[in-house]
């Protein structure tokens, strides 16, 4: 199964991918984990990604194309994979479309997971990631039993600088003006299917895998 989740920052794709995951036993491809490795390891990749990060903009596309390009080239791709977070906009989406039909294995599923933008806002705003083991946390609606500590190991809980309101409004506005296009583009391909991503996160999987199994 070769799989794009679409959706705004913080709509859950993550979440999901990594449900469908376990599930399917196929890799998640989310060049924003990779990007964030990347800036943590110092990498002149990272370095050169972080400026555009921490504003909320895009990395420019001959970096993360290369990314993907090379990611699903990988032994553990040929199942199939679920990419989260590209591609961002259209000159991503026909550059991968060109590479995947190169190698006779096009797109199966756009999946969008459609989120009102107040509650994207309180999702995004009030994420919490632990320092240590990289558990998430949300203030508003799963916050730790204790302030500002990671209940799983004890680490400190920090907010993304990506995460900053400020960064938030811009990657959202990115969002309406870059990537929803990409709903009318996967639309026109007849690959385009939708689920509602607000409410608990086990009936959204489900809602997933019925169109997905539907789809195979
Ligand atoms: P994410 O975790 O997917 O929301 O990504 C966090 C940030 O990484 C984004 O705001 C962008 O700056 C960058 N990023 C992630 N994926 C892409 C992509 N496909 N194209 C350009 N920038 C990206």
Redesign the pocket.
Known sequence: MRLVLLGA?GGGKGTQAKKLIDKYGIPQI????I?RAAVAAGTPLGKE?KS??DK????P?SV?IGLVKERIAQDDCKKGYIL?????NTA?AEALDKVLVGMGAPLDTALLIDVDKDVLMKRLTGRRTCRNCQQMYNIYFSPPKKEGVCDKCGGELFQRD?DKEETIRR?LDVYDAQTSPLINYYKERRILNSVQGVGNIDEIFKNVCAILESKS
């Open positions: 920052p989310s060049t924003g984990d990007l990604a555009y990060m909320g903009e895009l990395v596309d993360v989260d977070g590209f591609p961002r991503q990506d990657r």
